[in-house]
């Protein structure tokens, strides 16, 4: 098989890839390890910055998004009883964010790739990417039991942190930054209306607290749990407890209960692998970079790094230019430690970190105050959180 542009990962990285490339005539093949049904399944991301809208928006993928998506122009700081409002529009010169989940974005894009009559390949196993120093790259892999081989021109390595992409290139080639968090987040959805119109991010010393939404009537709340810990030791009613210790009281006297029907937790870290380019290999989203959730930043330097990707590979085959793709690594990076420090930033102020002692926990609560006093700081806040420009 042959194609222009070969996409490894079919989660909002690789489909949204492939959403603009077909726009603008470049043949691509999606193909990922996993079942269509179980990339539907998965629940991430709620917060969308304006840029992420934006790019979505060009990519013809703005229906369903401006009609079901919450806009959002500020947010809660919830710290010793009380409760701060992070004022993003008055902040920002009126910008806000939209809350839109990840699962509705991963299927308006595969509707949208599906009715172009575009080519995916799910449930697939052993794929490599070979050859991407050369001009002539091709991924390997077994589909339906049978070996299959894609020669293409150039292979997006958009699958995950996880993936086969990064792993291809010769360690010496890349260097790697990583610090692990000894906490995760453990989320529940549940079908009952959220605790407030707005989210609410809570310090407290039983840890931190997350109160999020998908709509008016679906709640999407997490706790911060140790490390290794297992999502069976906690039965929903031990969530909705632990959640409500964490808030202040007005809050937590609100929260509507009910059963959950997802419970995960997801592990904290931050990790950035440079370059994001190795000939004709693009490493694209988580592949390159993981950020902890807190501040919202993962899927919004996915879409940043597509964006600026897709302009590379259209100038390339509609100018025959190959400045785009030469600047994507040095353009993508540096938005992406922006948001690597902002995420690192607001964990640390946000979490209790298992080391701390009393000093620590009073620079926090200091540095909250300083917040909610100081418009500079919460414009530092509020700039990053609505997303820097690209
Ligand atoms: P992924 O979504 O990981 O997709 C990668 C795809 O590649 C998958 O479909 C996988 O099956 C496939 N794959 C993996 N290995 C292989 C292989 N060997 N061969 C073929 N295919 C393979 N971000 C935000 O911006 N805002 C938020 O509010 C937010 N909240 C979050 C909350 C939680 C709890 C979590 C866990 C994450 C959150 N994120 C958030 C981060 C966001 O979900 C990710 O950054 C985003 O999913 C990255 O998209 P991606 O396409 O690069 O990678
Ligand atoms: C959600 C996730 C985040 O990381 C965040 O900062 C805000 C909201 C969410 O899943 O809704």
């Known amino acids: 098989m042959r194609t222009q542009v070969a996409i ?9 890839l492939g959403q603009i490339l077909s726009g603008a005539g470049i043949a691509n093949v999606v193909v990922d390890r996993t079942r269509r049904d179980h990339i539907l399944a998965r629940v991430r991301a709620g917060v969308l910055e304006q840029g992420t809208v934006r790019v979505l928006d060009q990519a013809g993928l703005g229906a369903r998004l401006h009609n079901e998506g919450l806009i959002h122009d500020g947010f809660s700081l919830a710290f010793d009883e009380r409760d701060h409002r992070i004022d993003l529009a008055g902040l920002t010169g009126g910008k806000h964010v939209t809350v839109y989940g990840q699962t509705e974005i991963t299927r308006d894009l595969l509707d949208a790739r599906e009715t172009d009559g575009m080519l995916s390949l799910y449930d697939v196993e052993d794929v490599v990417p070979h050859d991407f120093d050369g001009e002539r790259p091709y991924v390997t892999l077994i589909h339906d039991g049978k070996p299959l081989r894609i020669d293409c021109d150039f292979i997006a390595g958009c699958d995950g942190f996880h993936g086969a992409s990064r792993r291809a290139v010769p360690p010496s080639a890349m260097t790697c930054y ?41 709640s999407r709340y997490y706790v911060q749990v140790p490390a290794g810990e297992k999502v069976e030791a906690w039965s929903d009613q031990r969530f909705w407890d632990e959640l409500r210790a964490r808030l202040p009281r007005h809050h937590a006297e609100k929260v509507t209960t009910g059963p959950s029907f997802e419970k995960s937790i997801a592990p904290l870290r931050s990790f950035v692998a440079e370059p994001m380019r190795f000939g004709r290999l693009f490493l694209v989203g988580d592949a390159a970079h993981i950020v902890p959730p807190t501040g919202a930043k993962g899927l919004n330097l ?34 992406v430690w922006k948001a690597v420090r902002f995420s690192w930033w607001m964990t640390t102020l946000l979490h209790r970190f298992p080391e701390a002692g009393a000093f620590e926990t009073k620079i926090q609560l200091a540095e909250l105050d300083y917040l909610t006093h100081s418009r500079a700081a919460a414009s530092m806040l509020a700039e990053n959180y609505v997303g820097l420009s690209y």
């Open 8 to 16: 490894i990962g079919s989660g909002p990285s690789g489909l949204l």
């Open 178 to 218: 990583e610090r692990i968090y000894p906490f995760g987040w453990l989320g529940l959805l549940a079908e009952v209306p959220p605790v407030s119109h707005e989210l609410i991010y809570a310090n407290h010393a039983r840890g931190f607290a997350l109160c999020s939404m998908r709509s008016l009537s679906r």
């Open 302 to 335: 996915a879409v940043g790094d597509v964006h600026y990707l897709s302009e590379g590979l259209c100038e390339h085959y509609r100018e025959g230019s190959e400045a785009g793709l030469e600047a994507y690594s040095a353009r993508a990076l540096s938005r």
